[in-house]
């Protein structure tokens, strides 16, 4: 291996030339650590391994996640693919797009790999009108599964979250501090745990803050896409508000390009804010402040908990819910009553 990508490989370690020569070279003098961290930097740069160093897989753990259009979701899966194989083991990663194949297909597939493991991400698991019979069946065969963003009480598995009651709170109070008092809300349809948790979360805060027990003519019910924010800004546009929370970064920027075909600037006239805290949400025009969802703990627990099913610790029936945080950009500012 050539000097240029020692070098790379050691700033991706973070150790120096000649520890990362070591470890090529299968030299004593290294800790695991610094080890494994080399190694890691090694695959992550896409190096092919010395044949030495190769080692055996701990067993195949399949990552199930809805789509890669929303940057959302290959950050998820990313870090817990990069968990995964510091652990020793292989994902598959199954990617649900429109007209392909439907998540029950991917299931089947992976039970045929033999894989050790499943995590599924925003999967039916999160739908209340779905069938959960296609969880329990892998519950009652033994199969170490995890679900991240969605609850369901009759899946006996434990469940990774953020607290979306708390991010919708965080968001009206950031929109009610500035000064608006008719502020929006976008977001997906109805029958999915994260949509009804948000509701419910910006209820409370509207009636805690403003006062206001009646929102239902504030909540805008559409796609998770570009479009479908669009589509539901457009609706509570036209409804008067001046602040919207999106459920979603790319919800959020439809509703800055709704603003503007209406001839309205952002955040001048209407503050947005969004959810997720995607990769390059602060290099948008104006960059979006957004309700950050903590990925990294999140796919860190859903990791972590899989594999202590693995490893023969029995399965919880639980949640463990992770804290937003709110992230101030440039696309909200002060509301109307403030600005005269």
Do not use: W
């Amino acid at each position: 291996m050539n000097n240029t990508r020692l070098a790379d490989i050691a700033a991706q370690a973070g150790v120096s030339e000649a520890t990362v020569s070591r470890v090529l070279n299968g030299k004593a003098g290294v800790s695991p650590a610094t080890r494994q961290a080399v190694l890691t930097a090694l695959d992550l740069m896409g190096y092919e391994r010395p044949q030495r160093l190769r080692q055996r897989s701990n067993g195949l753990i399949g990552l199930v996640i809805p789509e890669l259009g929303n940057p959302i979701f290959p950050a998820f899966a990313q870090a817990m693919e990069k968990s995964l194989i510091q652990h020793g083991y292989t994902p598959i990663l199954c990617t649900q797009e429109p007209g392909g194949a439907p998540e029950d297909e991917f299931t089947e597939m992976l039970l045929d790999r033999g894989v050790s493991g499943i995590v599924f991400v925003s999967g039916l698991h999160a739908d209340t009108t779905a069938r959960m019979d296609r969880y329990t069946r892998l519950t009652d065969r033994g199969l170490p599964i995890v679900f991240v963003d969605g609850y369901n009480e009759a899946i006996p598995a434990p469940f990774i979250s953020p607290d979306d009651r708390l991010a919708a709170r965080l968001a009206v109070q950031h929109l009610v501090d500035l000064g608006h008092e008719r502020i929006g809300l976008a977001l997906g349809q109805r029958r999915f745990v994260p949509v009804i948790r948000k509701i419910e979360g910006f209820q409370q805060a509207m009636a805690q803050l403003l006062g206001l027990t009646d929102v239902d003519d504030l909540i805008q019910h559409s796609l998770f896409s570009v479009e479908g924010g669009q589509a539901a800004a457009a609706a509570l546009l036209d409804r008067g508000c001046t602040g919207v929370f999106c459920a979603s970064d790319l919800m959020a920027l439809g509703a800055i390009r709704a603003a503007r075909e209406r001839g309205l600037s952002v955040p001048g006239d209407v503050s947005v804010v969004g959810f997720d805290d995607s990769p390059l949400m602060a290099f948008t025009d104006p960059p979006l402040t957004t309700v950050r969802k903590p990925i990294g703990a999140m796919a860190a627990a859903a990791v972590e908990t899989l594999l202590e099913e693995i490893g023969g610790s029995p399965a919880k029936h639980v949640e463990l819910v992770y804290q937003p945080e709110l992230v101030v950009r440039g696309s909200t500012s002060s509301g109307p009553l403030v600005n005269r």
